[in-house]
């Protein structure tokens, strides 16, 4: 705009004062007075100069004010608790002030779905609680007003409660962990398939109870740096899955390194996941069935405790279907620890 206005006063002046001087040459004051034609000049320039500067302005206001004016708005809505304000972009907006609307735009949209998932958490862990609360309670209540005996048999039943409890808060603790980015591994180097091996050994017997035949792949050793406490706890979350939700048949346990990763593995031969399960498995509180999880006592967070261990190692969680109809889910992670695949 400055070089616009600079141009038409001086290029302008040039050209006017020759003109004036090749055809009006008696129209130049030749004091310091200006003459009505210079009069007019100058008064036409300025003009001319203003309507550039307003012109210039209300682009740039509608570049930079408007936008700027409108993620303000937004912020105001957003600090008194309206989650679903945003920020409008003009189609005049370019450059840093059309990024700065859509950072501010991606920021409010991550800030409502963090508030979500934390509302969803929080009803999810609630309804988690208040079921075995509630049966303690009541059964405790009942012995405490002497309607029930106090047996072996109800103590168990207690115990069973207490002990869910303890898995969900251990389940919730490792993924509170992962999220904030403090899940600490104590990692060494290890056999996987001597962890393989006692994982399998403590869930033979439920397995072979329920008509499941074992199968184990694997070169022996398997040298890998890894937690094996928290490789354990992966096997024995899927391994109890099988138990709960697949059907008896065959079930294979494989591990083996390849490419600087490796893979542990358990498949089954059925029922498999729907593809809507599939998707998204391994998010928490996550269930097939849910009247049928309930009755097995499923909270849905086994699975995300799976995929919480293999990121922890740098890895990742994988399911697809198996060949025999069944589902093959997979743990996967560098080898050699973070880093080396
Ligand atoms: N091997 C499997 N075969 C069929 N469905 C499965 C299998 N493993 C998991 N699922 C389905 O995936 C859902 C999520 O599994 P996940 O382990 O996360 O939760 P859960 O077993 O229901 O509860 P929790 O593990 O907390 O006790 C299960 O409810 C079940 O519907
Ligand atoms: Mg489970």
Redesign the pocket.
């Known amino acids: 705009m400055v070089l616009g206005v600079i141009l038409l006063s001086v290029v302008g002046s040039y050209v006017f004062y020759a003109l004036a001087m090749a055809y009006l040459p008696g129209s130049i004051s030749d004091n310091w007075m200006p003459s009505r034609v210079e009069l007019a000049w100058i008064g036409g320039t300025t003009l001319a100069a203003l309507t550039l500067a307003g012109w210039v302005a209300v682009r740039l206001s509608r570049r930079i004010l408007t936008p700027l004016n409108s993620v303000a708005h937004s912020l105001r809505e957003i600090a008194q608790g309206n989650l679903q304000a945003r920020a409008t972009l003009d189609r005049h907006a370019q450059g840093e002030t059309a990024q700065l609307v859509h950072d501010f735009n991606d920021m409010a949209k991550r800030l409502q779905s963090v508030t979500r998932e934390r509302e969803f958490w929080n009803a999810a862990i609630a309804h988690e609680l208040r079921t075995p609360v509630t049966i303690l309670r009541g059964r405790l209540q009942g012995l405490a007003e002497g309607v029930f005996s106090p047996d072996a048999e109800l103590f168990n039943g207690l115990l069973r409660q207490v002990d869910g409890l303890n898995?969900?808060i251990e389940?919730l603790r490792v993924l509170s962990l992962n999220d904030s980015g403090h899940l600490e591994l104590d990692l060494a180097p290890t056999d996987v398939m001597r962890e393989v091996s006692v994982v399998v050994q403590a869930f033979a017997t439920r397995l072979a109870a329920r008509g499941f035949q074992l199968h184990i792949d694997g070169d022996v050793p398997i040298p890998v740096v890894c937690d094996a406490i928290r490789i354990r706890q992966a096997l024995m979350?899927?391994l109890?899955?099988?138990l709960?939700?697949?059907q008896p048949g065959a079930l294979r346990v494989r591990a083996h390194l390849e490419n600087g990763l490796c893979s542990l593995s358990?498949e089954?031969d059925?029922?498999?996941?729907s593809p809507d399960?599939a998707a998204f498995?391994?998010e928490?509180f996550?269930?097939?069935?849910p009247s049928?999880?309930r009755s097995?006592?499923?909270?849905?967070?086994?699975?995300?405790?799976?995929e919480a261990i293999a990121k922890a190692h740098g890895g990742c969680a994988l399911c697809r279907p198996s060949a025999a109809g069944?589902?093959v889910?997979t743990l996967q992670w560098p080898a050699m620890g973070e880093g080396s695949a």
């Open positions: 898995r969900l389940d979350a899927l109890d899955n099988a709960k939700h697949a358990v089954d059925g029922p498999g996941l399960l498995v391994f928490a996550r269930r097939g069935d049928r999880a097995s006592g499923g909270s849905g967070l086994g699975l995300a405790v799976v069944g589902t889910f």
